[in-house]
Each structure stands twice: as structure tokens, then as C-alpha cells.
């Protein structure tokens, strides 16, 4: 009886003498000590980009709950009103910089480089980690720029903060495009497994349905949240440099080109002081919404350009693509009127964003373009090899 117990305990274990089922991977003693340590880090990475991307999102909402709620937050394009970020008051001499109240404004608050220790003004962590940080570097630096014509140093001054956060962002950016452009590529294949189970109701037909999209995603080595994570880096993004050039003194008094007003909305000049120099906004409505369609297209044409020979898959594929025109004609129109009715330095950071999303959108074609002619090559030498 003896034997036959450890015979059928044998059968059930098998040959192998590592943990039992079940046990965490550090436990099986027979594991490679750099293997468990790789496999460790690996969850340490993944739970510390969950916990950097859900950050991220909340300091997103919170800046934009309060940017609507709180009243020593409030936007005003006239000097003296509202938020303003500067020097305190008779500091420089340079009205530009030093920071007062208008005698008939009710609701003003500063943001001067002694906030930080003092505690006076619009108080949260978003401000504190992240406008406060950009709006001095952007002061200080236009300071040292001042004598600049025509508000050139404002425009670099966007350009630069810009330029820092596209660095920061860059790798989660690349990341992204190549997660949608894989997902792109199995489109039409999805479109036919969705075709497949239309008319399915029951759970077991849906089940499947979920186990072939993630076997498909699973082939192409296809992680679906992954194409989300620039989203999670968006909103606060943008909220930042919209802070920035709405509350920054010197930005809010800046004419560029000594034509556009940067705290002026392009609508309201152009219905309110059409004469006197408000149609000049017609151009700056076109530069700013035109690049914007632009740096839309522009990944649209590339991907065309990388799949010249291949066509639709099936119809439904065709009805997907047509969705998703669909919504970015929607997004476009949306950005048009964010653009219309926002100041003038809101658009100028549109403007310059469209500039980076083109110049990544090139990047990505000719790293794309590589990656599949790489691709072909190793696929020609396993054929010829095999033959």
C-alpha cells in the first residue's frame, strides 16, 4: 500500500521537484536567483507606473476642477486681475514683472516667488509641484530675455517648457504610437471577430469572442492599455502650460509680433474690435486651426505611406476606419473652438504642440518603416534557409 500511495503521489507531481502549484515564484528554490530578481523588478516597475499614471490623472483633475471652481484661480486678460505669477510689487521697477492689483479688481491673487514659503495665494498640490516650478523658470527666464522684440522671448519661453515636458514624455510617447500602430494594423482583423459574434447573446459565445481578441493582441504582441498611457499624461500637461501663459505676468502683457494681444481671445477681437487691429486674428485663427489639421494628418498619411500596397480587410474593417475618421473630425472641430475662444497664448501653445506631434509623427514613420523592412528581411532568410 505503501508503494502504491508513493507511486500515485509520483504520478500527481510528475518529475518535478520544484514548489507545489500555486506558490509565488520567489518560492521555488530551484529558480535562477537573476531570474526571480528580474521577475521581481518587473512587478515593482509595473505597480510604480500605476501609481505615476493614476498620480498624474488625479493631479489632472484636480487642477481642473479647481481652475473651475475656485475663485483665486480665475483667468483675466487685463493686468491686475485674476491669477497673476510675478515679482511682488516694486521689486524690478518693470511693470512687466512686478505684480499689483488694479484699484477696481475684487478678486486678485498673486503668485510671487515667495508663495512657496509664505503659503499666500491659491493653495493645492497641483500648483505647489507643478505650475508654481514652470511658471518661475518661464519668469526667470524671460527676465534675463526681456529686450526682446516683439515677444520672441515669451515664444521661446513656451517653446523650451514645451520641449522639457515632449523630453520627459518622450519614451511613454514612442510607446504609445507603436502600441496604435499595431492595433491599426489588426484592425480589420478585429472588425472580422466582432462581425463574427454580432448576433452572439449568450456567455459563452462572448467568452470566446474575448479569448480570440486577446489571442489576436497575445500574436502581435498587442498590449491594449498600453496605447492609453499618453492619455493619463495629457490633461495635466496641457493644464500646466495653460496655467503657465494665462497667469505669468510678463507672458499676459506680451504682444507678439506687436500684433497679437497673448491674453486677447482671437473671437473676441474679432467681434469686438474688428477695426482697430482685431482682424489681424483672422491669420492667426488660420495659422494656429491649420496646423493643427495638419499635425492630425500628417500620421494619417504616414500610415497610408507605410501601407500603400495593403487594403482593407474586410468591409467591417472599412466601417471601423470610417468610425474613427469620424471621431477625429469631431476632435477637430473641438479643438477649433477651444482654439477661437481661448487667449491668444493658449493657441500659440497649440500651435507649437502641432510642430512636436509632426516631428513625432516623422520619427515614428521612419522607425516603423525600418522595423518592417528589418521585418522582411529576417522572413526572407528563414525562407531561404528553410529551403
Same mark, same amino acid.
Given at each position: 500500500?505503501?508503494?502504491?500511495?508513493?507511486?500515485?503521489?509520483?504520478?500527481?507531481?510528475?518529475?518535478?521537484?520544484?514548489?507545489?502549484?500555486?506558490?509565488?515564484?520567489?518560492?521555488?528554490?530551484?529558480?535562477?536567483?537573476?531570474?526571480?530578481?528580474?521577475?521581481?523588478?518587473?512587478?515593482?516597475?509595473?505597480?510604480?507606473?500605476?501609481?505615476?499614471?493614476?498620480?498624474?490623472?488625479?493631479?489632472?483633475?484636480?487642477?481642473?476642477?479647481?481652475?473651475?471652481?475656485?475663485?483665486?484661480? =480665475?483667468?483675466?486678460?487685463?493686468?491686475?486681475?485674476?491669477?497673476?505669477?510675478?515679482?511682488?510689487?516694486?521689486?524690478?521697477?518693470?511693470?512687466?514683472?512686478?505684480?499689483?492689483?488694479?484699484?477696481?479688481?475684487?478678486?486678485?491673487?498673486?503668485?510671487?516667488?515667495?508663495?512657496?514659503?509664505?503659503?499666500?495665494?491659491?493653495?493645492?498640490?497641483?500648483?505647489?509641484?507643478?505650475?508654481?516650478?514652470?511658471?518661475?523658470?518661464?519668469?526667470?527666464?524671460?527676465?534675463?530675455?526681456?529686450?526682446?522684440?516683439?515677444?520672441?522671448?515669451?515664444?521661446?519661453?513656451?517653446?523650451?517648457?514645451?520641449?522639457?515636458?515632449?523630453?520627459?514624455?518622450?519614451?511613454?510617447?514612442?510607446?504609445?504610437?507603436?502600441?496604435?500602430?499595431?492595433?491599426?494594423?489588426?484592425?480589420?482583423?478585429?472588425?472580422?471577430?466582432?462581425?463574427?459574434?454580432?448576433?452572439?447573446?449568450?456567455?459563452?459565445?462572448?467568452?470566446?469572442?474575448?479569448?480570440?481578441?486577446?489571442?489576436?493582441?497575445?500574436?502581435?504582441?498587442?498590449?491594449?492599455?498600453?496605447?492609453?498611457?499618453?492619455?493619463?499624461?495629457?490633461?495635466?500637461?496641457?493644464?500646466?502650460?495653460?496655467?503657465?501663459?494665462?497667469?505669468?505676468?510678463?507672458?499676459?502683457?506680451?504682444?507678439?509680433?506687436?500684433?497679437?494681444?497673448?491674453?486677447?481671445?482671437?473671437?473676441?477681437?474679432?467681434?469686438?474690435?474688428?477695426?482697430?487691429?482685431?482682424?489681424?486674428?483672422?491669420?492667426?485663427?488660420?495659422?494656429?486651426?491649420?496646423?493643427?489639421?495638419?499635425?492630425?494628418?500628417?500620421?494619417?498619411?504616414?500610415?497610408?505611406?507605410?501601407?500603400?500596397?495593403?487594403?482593407?480587410?474586410?468591409?467591417?474593417?472599412?466601417?471601423?476606419?470610417?468610425?474613427?475618421?469620424?471621431?477625429?473630425?469631431?476632435?477637430?472641430?473641438?479643438?477649433?473652438?477651444?482654439?477661437?475662444?481661448?487667449?491668444?497664448?493658449?493657441?500659440?501653445?497649440?500651435?507649437?504642440?502641432?510642430?512636436?506631434?509632426?516631428?513625432?509623427?516623422?520619427?515614428?514613420?521612419?522607425?516603423?518603416?525600418?522595423?518592417?523592412?528589418?521585418?522582411?528581411? =529576417?522572413?526572407?532568410?528563414?525562407?531561404?534557409?528553410?529551403?
Amino acid at each position: 500500500m505503501g508503494n502504491q500511495s508513493a507511486l500515485k503521489y509520483s504520478n500527481i507531481r510528475g518529475n518535478d521537484t520544484s514548489a507545489s502549484a500555486g506558490s509565488p515564484f520567489w518560492a521555488d528554490k530551484n529558480t535562477n536567483r537573476k531570474t526571480v530578481f528580474k521577475k521581481v523588478m518587473k512587478q515593482v516597475w509595473r505597480w510604480t507606473k500605476i501609481a505615476i499614471f493614476l498620480f498624474m490623472m488625479l493631479m489632472g483633475l484636480w487642477g481642473c476642477f479647481q481652475t473651475m471652481v475656485d475663485p483665486t484661480v =480665475s483667468q483675466n486678460s487685463l493686468i491686475g486681475r485674476g491669477l497673476e505669477f510675478g515679482y511682488p510689487f516694486a521689486t524690478t521697477g518693470d511693470y512687466r514683472f512686478d505684480l499689483q492689483m488694479a484699484i477696481d479688481s475684487n478678486q486678485y491673487n498673486s503668485l510671487t516667488f515667495e508663495w512657496a514659503i509664505s503659503g499666500v495665494g491659491p493653495t493645492s498640490p497641483f500648483y505647489a509641484l507643478f505650475v508654481w516650478p514652470a511658471a518661475a523658470i518661464v519668469t526667470m527666464f524671460m527676465w534675463v530675455t526681456k529686450n526682446w522684440w516683439g515677444g520672441m522671448n515669451a515664444l521661446l519661453a513656451i517653446f523650451l517648457l514645451l520641449l522639457f515636458i515632449r523630453i520627459l514624455t518622450m519614451a511613454i510617447s514612442l510607446k504609445s504610437s507603436f502600441q496604435n500602430e499595431k492595433m491599426t494594423e489588426v484592425q480589420g482583423q478585429i472588425a472580422e471577430i466582432n462581425a463574427k459574434y454580432k448576433d452572439a447573446k449568450d456567455n459563452q459565445s462572448k467568452q470566446m469572442k474575448q479569448q480570440e481578441i486577446m489571442a489576436l493582441y497575445n500574436k502581435n504582441n498587442i498590449k491594449p492599455f498600453a496605447a492609453f498611457e499618453q492619455m493619463f499624461l495629457t490633461l495635466p500637461i496641457f493644464l500646466i502650460i495653460y496655467r503657465v501663459v494665462t497667469i505669468v505676468r510678463p507672458i499676459k502683457v506680451t504682444i507678439l509680433f506687436n500684433i497679437w494681444n497673448f491674453a486677447a481671445a482671437p473671437l473676441t477681437q474679432l467681434f469686438s474690435n474688428f477695426i482697430n487691429g482685431g482682424w489681424t486674428y483672422i491669420f492667426f485663427l488660420l495659422l494656429v486651426i491649420g496646423s493643427q489639421i495638419f499635425s492630425m494628418k500628417m500620421p494619417q498619411i504616414f500610415a497610408r505611406k507605410r501601407s500603400r500596397n495593403a487594403s482593407t480587410a474586410s468591409d467591417e474593417g472599412k466601417k471601423q476606419y470610417k468610425k474613427t475618421q469620424r471621431t477625429q473630425n469631431i476632435f477637430m472641430i473641438v479643438m477649433c473652438v477651444i482654439v477661437a475662444f481661448s487667449a491668444v497664448g493658449v493657441g500659440v501653445y497649440w500651435f507649437l504642440n502641432s510642430l512636436f506631434t509632426v516631428a513625432q509623427a516623422w520619427i515614428m514613420h521612419i522607425l516603423i518603416t525600418k522595423r518592417k523592412t528589418k521585418d522582411k528581411q =529576417s522572413g526572407a532568410r528563414l525562407v531561404n534557409f528553410d529551403i
